[in-house]
C-alpha cells in the first residue's frame, strides 16, 4: 500500500493533468500533497479558450479526472538535465523559476510521467492500484499567491480530499458536516453564551450571564480538586512595570505579543501575556524554610496577548484569555509528588467530560543537550521522575523527544473529542530558568540557600479555548451540572403561572438553575425555545398536573420522564448536578 501523501500528492498530478486537457495553455506550478488531501496552483490568466474554473466545475473536472486515471499505469522518473527540462518547460514561467532554484542549490532536476502528463516533480507517488476514483473529491478554490509572496501574481489554487478509501472519504466529510453545525463561532452566540462588539474589538469576546455561569462553574469544578491538595488562591494586577519583563526574559522574546503601556510619568508598563512571573514575586516576598514547601499557588486570571488580526478565531484564538493557572513551588525532590497531585487533577477533570486523554512524554532532545538550561544532572532527575509517574499510573505515553521546554520537561496531555478531533489541552511543566532568573530560594536542612524549581499547572489553559473545544464536543448539549439554565418552567397557560412559580421557587432554593417563563408566549413557542436553548429538562404544569400535585418532567436527551411530585424532581437532578453524570 502506498502512503497516505503518496496518495495524496499522486492525485495532485492527476488533477493537473485535467486541467491542462480542460484548460489548454494553463501554466501549472506547484502541487503537494496537504492534510486531508493536496492542492494544486494555477495561472489560468494564460488559457487560449479563456477560460477560469468556479467551483461550479469540479464535476467535470473530476470526471475528466476519473477517465484520465484509468489510463494511467505508473510513474515514471527520469533525471534531466537543465537544457532539457528549460525546452520542455519553455512557456512556463512558473516551472522556469524552479528550474533555477534546484539548480542553483545544486540538486537533480527530475520528470515524473504518468500517461501523456508530465511534471517537474520530486518524487514520492503511489502505486496506480492505490489511487481510488472514489476516494478523492475537489473542495474548493481560493487565490494564493505564488510562492506564498503578495508581491507575486495571485494564482487559482485548486483544493482536493483524497483518502486511502471511499468510505474514509465519507466518513470525513460527515465529520466536516458535523464539526459545521457544532462550530462554537455560531452556537456560542446561539446559546447566548458570548458576544463580540466592534467597538471592543477582535478577539476580545465579552461573557453573557450564561457564558459567566459556565466559566465560573468550569473554574469552581478545579478549584475543588486543587483545594483538596492544599492549592491556596493568590490574586495579581494584570499589568506590571516593564521590569519583571526584563528579569524574566519575556520582554524580549515576546516583544511582538506583548501590549504595551505607557505611564503619564513615561513608564514603560505591558498587559501580562502570562502569570508566573507576578507569581515568583508573591514567592520573593519572604524567606521560606524547606518546612514551608511546597508554596501552591492558584490563580484564574486574564492574559493578554497581541495575536496578529488575521490569526484571530472564535474563542481558539483571542486577545484576551482567562487561565486556570497555578503555580508550584517546590524542591526538586518534591517534583514528582508535585506533578502526581496535578496529574490527579487533570484525571479527575477531564472524564467528567468523557474526554479521553492521551498523555506525551516531552523530554530533552538527546542529540542537543546544550540546548537545555538547568544542568544535566538536574535534568536527568527531573526525567527520571516523570518517567516513574507514567510507570506508577500505568500510562502508555507518547515520547517526544526533543519536545520539552528549554527549561523543563513536560507531561503534555491531548484530548480526543466526540468527532474523534485531537486537541491539546493541559501541560504539566517543570521550570528550572526562571527560578534562577528570580532568585528563589529556600532554606534545606543544612541551613544553606537551596535554589527551588517551579510546576506551571494549568488545567484546562485557556478557559475561552477549552469552552470552544467542549461547546463543539458536546454540541451545545451540556451535561446538567455545566448548563448555565437546568430546567426551564412552563405553565401550559397562565390560570397555571401561580402554581409553576411555587415550583420555580422549590428548585431554587435546592441550589438549581431555573427559567420559569410567565410570559404571554404560546405554550408550543416555549417549549421550542428550550429546545433550542438545549436546556436539559423542562417541566411542564397544566390543569392535569395541579389536580394531582405533581409536575411533568421532560428531558432534552430522554424525553418524557412522566409526573413526579416536585420534591422527587428536586431529588433527582440535585443528585444528577451534584455527581456531575
Ligand atoms: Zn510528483
Ligand atoms: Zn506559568
Redesign the pocket.
Known amino acids: 500500500m502506498s502512503s497516505l501523501e503518496h496518495i495524496r500528492?499522486s492525485y495532485a498530478?492527476l488533477l493537473a493533468a485535467a486541467v491542462g486537457e480542460l484548460y489548454p495553455g494553463v501554466h501549472n506550478t506547484i502541487g503537494p500533497a496537504i492534510e486531508n488531501g493536496f492542492y494544486y496552483d494555477f495561472d489560468f490568466s494564460s488559457t487560449t479558450n479563456g477560460k477560469i474554473p468556479s467551483e461550479k466545475d469540479f464535476v467535470s473536472i473530476e470526471n475528466k479526472m476519473r477517465g484520465i486515471l484509468k489510463s494511467w499505469k505508473g510513474f515514471e522518473g527520469k533525471e534531466v538535465t537543465e537544457a532539457e527540462a528549460r525546452e520542455l518547460f519553455k512557456n512556463n514561467p512558473y516551472k522556469l523559476e524552479l528550474i533555477s532554484d534546484i539548480v542553483k542549490k545544486g540538486e537533480k532536476i527530475t520528470l515524473?510521467t504518468s500517461g501523456n502528463f508530465t511534471?517537474l516533480?520530486r518524487?514520492?507517488?503511489a502505486e496506480i492500484k492505490d489511487m481510488n476514483s472514489g476516494a478523492f473529491k475537489l473542495s474548493r478554490i481560493a487565490g494564493a499567491y505564488w510562492r506564498g509572496d503578495e508581491k507575486n501574481k495571485m494564482l487559482t489554487r485548486v483544493y482536493g480530499l483524497a483518502f486511502a478509501s471511499k468510505q474514509e472519504l465519507e466518513s470525513y466529510e460527515l465529520m466536516i458536516a458535523e464539526a459545521k453545525k457544532r462550530d462554537h463561532k455560531v452556537l456560542g452566540p446561539a446559546l447566548d453564551l458570548f458576544t463580540f462588539s466592534d467597538l471592543v474589538g477582535t478577539g476580545l469576546p465579552l461573557w453573557t450571564p450564561r457564558g459567566t455561569i459556565m466559566r465560573n462553574l468550569l473554574d469552581q469544578f478545579v478549584w475543588s480538586l486543587r483545594s483538596l491538595r492544599d492549592y491556596e488562591r493568590v490574586e495579581i494586577p494584570h499589568i506590571t512595570k516593564k521590569d519583571l519583563y526584563m528579569t524574566s526574559g519575556h520582554w524580549e522574546k515576546y516583544q511582538d505579543d506583548l501590549f504595551k503601556i505607557k505611564t503619564r510619568e513615561g513608564h514603560e508598563f505591558a498587559m501580562k501575556p502570562m502569570n508566573c512571573p507576578h507569581h515568583t514575586q508573591i514567592y520573593a516576598r519572604k524567606q521560606w524554610s524547606y518546612k514551608e514547601l511546597p508554596q501552591r499557588y492558584a490563580n484564574t486570571t486574564t492574559c493578554y496577548r497581541d495575536e496578529q488580526s488575521g490569526e484571530l478565531s472564535g474563542l481558539s484564538r483571542v486577545r484576551a484569555f482567562a487561565q486556570d493557572d497555578a503555580h508550584v513551588f517546590c524542591r526538586m525532590q518534591d517534583v514528582k509528588a508535585e506533578f502526581m497531585k496535578i496529574w490527579d487533577i487533570i484525571h479527575e477533570f477531564y472524564p467528567k467530560f468523557g474526554l479521553n486523554l492521551q498523555v506525551r512524554f516531552s523530554r530533552r532532545d538527546p542529540q542537543t543537550p546544550e540546548k537545555y538550561l538547568g544542568g544535566t544532572e538536574r535534568w536527568d532527575m527531573a526525567e527520571n521522575f516523570l518517567k516513574e509517574i507514567l510507570a506508577d499510573k500505568k500510562a502508555v505515553a507518547i515520547d517526544g523527544p526533543g519536545e520539552a521546554a528549554f527549561y523543563g520537561p513536560k507531561l503534555d496531555f491531548m484530548a480526543k473529542d466526540s468527532l474523534g478531533r485531537e486537541w491539546q489541552v493541559a501541560t504539566i511543566q517543570l521550570d528550572m530558568n526562571m527560578p534562577e532568573r528570580f532568585n528563589l530560594e529556600c532554606v534545606n536542612e543544612k541551613g544553606e540557600k537551596e535554589r527551588i524549581v517551579m510546576i506551571h499547572a494549568a488545567i484546562m489553559g485557556s478557559i475561552e479555548r477549552f469552552l470552544s473545544i467542549i461547546i463543539e464536543h458536546f454540541g451545545g448539549n451540556f451535561p446538567l451540572w455545566l448548563s448555565p439554565v437546568q430546567v426551564k418552567i412552563i405553565p401550559v397557560r397562565e390560570n397555571h403561572n401561580e402554581a409553576a412559580q411555587k415550583t420555580a421557587l422549590a428548585l431554587e432554593k435546592a441550589g438549581l438553575r431555573i427559567d420559569l417563563d410567565t410570559s404571554d408566549t404560546g405554550f408550543g413557542k416555549k417549549v421550542r425555545e428550550a429546545k433550542d436553548m438545549k436546556i436539559p429538562y423542562s417541566i411542564i404544569i397544566g390543569d392535569k398536573d395541579i389536580e394531582a400535585g405533581v409536575v411533568t418532567l421532560e428531558s432534552r436527551d430522554k424525553g418524557k420522564i412522566g409526573a413526579l411530585d416536585v420534591d422527587a424532581v428536586v431529588a433527582m437532578l440535585k443528585e444528577e448536578s451534584d455527581n456531575k453524570k
Open positions: 500528492h498530478h515524473y511534471d516533480c518524487g514520492g507517488h
